[in-house]
């Protein structure tokens, strides 16, 4: 029997759609590239010669909305997009993959969902650190017990910034385009995997942020903050642009019987080290695996077409993605203001 294949319409597509979302509907058995559109039309040009030549391209995504033979898309925009695309391809009767952070602001972000859920389609939140396996396995590991209750967290994501990424994309380091700065370029990332991992909700902020090294940016480089869980237990969550030497991407969850460290050690992603008697565990973790040549093996497309399909649920809905937004959102009136603030959704 033929499988039933979801026919995929790409917007915007610069790094992220070329390295991650692309390949991935590409491995995808069940997907099908049909359409693609930048407002570079050359752009989206050469990226469908590359993928999908019998593709449409598109220089309006609106255009591209109204083609019949879309069924989903990915919104890969610069974020000020992210709200406004995603509303008319709900609208337009297309499930949607929008990127992190999904929106400017909680009203825009609601705003989302309810358009998703008026017009009875997925609305997916590229929260891809999600499927990072070492992520996935200490999801596991704190929701088994093994480690007891989680008391205290310390979150941090950096790296030399989004010039280093993406070196033509300026609209990071623009306020009206971005909104943020590394707080929720990759702050909401960490809000997102400290959620995700330890199962618990944020429930009130204090938080610094500051431009140390970026220049002509109006948006912060790095920020810092402090938080308290709803149930109890507390944690620290922080993001950078200005880290040298590679990467940093850790979670570090100290539970009552031990601590679990995660992706802290380049060589060991997932270790758990316990308080009784005094020892370590080093987890085993599977290989990503090569999904498409040069693809991050995430396998993000393939899970937003499954979740489609109803073959498995969706890694990270929209309203999953909203409360990690709204955690950035609190951290940023926090550093504004120099209060505490509670996160509300
Ligand atoms: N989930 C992740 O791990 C991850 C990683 C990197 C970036 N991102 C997110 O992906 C989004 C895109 O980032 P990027 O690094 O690919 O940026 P980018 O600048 O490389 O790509 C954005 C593309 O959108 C196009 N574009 C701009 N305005 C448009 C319009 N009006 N209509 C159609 N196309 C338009 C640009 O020409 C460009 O090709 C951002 O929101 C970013 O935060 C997510």
Redesign the pocket.
């Known amino acids: 029997m033929a499988t039933k294949k979801i026919r995929v319409g790409i917007?915007?597509?610069?790094?992220?759609?070329e390295r991650?979302h692309i390949p991935d509907y590409a491995a995808c058995d069940q997907a099908e590239l049909v359409a693609f559109?930048?407002?570079?039309k050359k752009?989206a040009k050469a990226i469908a010669e590359k993928f999908a030549p019998d593709a449409a391209v598109y220089?309006?995504?609106k255009a591209l909305l109204k083609n019949e033979d879309v069924d989903a898309v990915s919104v890969?925009?610069?974020?000020k997009?992210?709200g406004i695309c995603s509303i008319d391809a709900a609208k337009a009767g297309k499930h949607v993959l929008v990127?992190?952070?999904m929106a400017m602001s909680l009203a825009e972000a609601k705003k989302m969902v309810a358009a998703a859920k008026k017009a009875k389609v997925h609305l997916l939140v590229?929260?891809?650190?999600r499927n990072y396996p070492a992520h996935k396995k200490a999801r596991e590991i704190i929701a088994s017990g093994f480690l007891g209750k989680v008391l205290h967290v310390s979150g941090m994501c950096g790296h030399e910034g989004?010039e280093v990424?993406?070196p033509?994309?300026k609209?990071?380091f623009k306020k009206k385009d971005a909104r943020f700065g590394a707080m929720a370029?990759l702050g909401v990332?960490k809000a997102d995997a400290i959620r995700y991992i330890t199962g618990k909700e944020i429930s009130e902020i204090r938080a610094f942020s500051g431009t140390l090294e970026k220049k002509g940016t109006d948006l912060e480089d790095n920020f810092v903050s402090s938080f308290t869980f709803k149930d109890g237990g507390m944690g620290s969550l922080a993001a950078s642009w200005t880290v040298k030497g590679g990467m940093t991407n850790y979670t570090i969850v100290h539970c009552e019987k031990g601590t679990l460290e995660v992706l802290l050690h380049p060589d060991k992603p997932l270790v758990a080290r316990l308080h009784d008697p005094l020892s370590e565990i080093v987890f085993t973790l599977p290989e990503a695996p090569i999904l498409y040549k040069d693809s991050w093996g995430l396998d993000i497309g393939g899970a937003f077409i499954r979740a489609i399909l109803g073959e498995e649920e969706p890694f990270c809905s929209g309203e999953e993605g909203l409360k990690s937004l709204a955690v950035i959102l609190a951290a940023e009136k926090a550093a504004d203001t120099g209060k505490s603030v509670k996160v509300t959704v």
Request: with cysteine; glycine share 6%; net charge negative.
């Open positions: 917007i915007g597509c610069g790094a992220i759609a991650l559109c930048d407002n570079d752009r220089n309006d995504y890969c925009m610069p974020n997009f992210h990127e992190k952070p590229n929260q891809s650190m989004p990424w993406a033509n994309a609209w990071f370029d990332h």
